[in-house]
C-alpha cells in the first residue's frame, strides 16, 4: 500500500469518525467504551476546541503519559487531522516532528 492510499484512507476515517457535538454525556460514553475495550492504564482526554470536557488518567499512568495526550489533542485542533495522518505525511515527505515543526512546543 502507498503512502498515497494510505493518506486517503486516514482521511476517509477522519470523515466518518467526526462528531457534530461534544459533551460531557457523549465524553462519558466514549470513556466507558475505550475503558471496556482498552488496557490499562490508560489517559483519556475528550474535548472540543474551546473545552477539555473529560480527562482520565488512570492508576499506572504518569504526567508524561498525560503531557503526550494533550500534546497530540493540540496537535489534532492546530492541523484538523489525527497524528496518524501528520506522522504517515511526514513519512511520506522524508521528514520527521524534529524537522518540520507543525506545533509549537511550549510546554
Known amino acids: 500500500m502507498s503512502t498515497d492510499t ?3 484512507a486516514i482521511v476517509a476515517a477522519e470523515r466518518d469518525i467526526q462528531v457534530p457535538r461534544v459533551d460531557h454525556l457523549f465524553a462519558w460514553q466514549v470513556a466507558e467504551a475505550l475503558f471496556d475495550v482498552s488496557p490499562a492504564p490508560l489517559v483519556l482526554r ?3 476546541p474551546t473545552q477539555c470536557v473529560l480527562h482520565v488518567a488512570q492508576p499506572g499512568t504518569n504526567r508524561f503519559n498525560e503531557e ?11 492541523l484538523n487531522h489525527s497524528t496518524l495522518w501528520v506522522n504517515t505525511n511526514h513519512y511520506e515527505r522524508g521528514v520527521t516532528s524534529r524537522d518540520n515543526h507543525l506545533v509549537a512546543d511550549t510546554r
Open 46 to 48: 475528550v474535548a472540543s
Open 6 to 8: 494510505d493518506i486517503s
Open 68 to 78: 503526550a495526550v494533550i500534546r497530540k489533542v493540540d496537535t489534532v485542533f492546530a
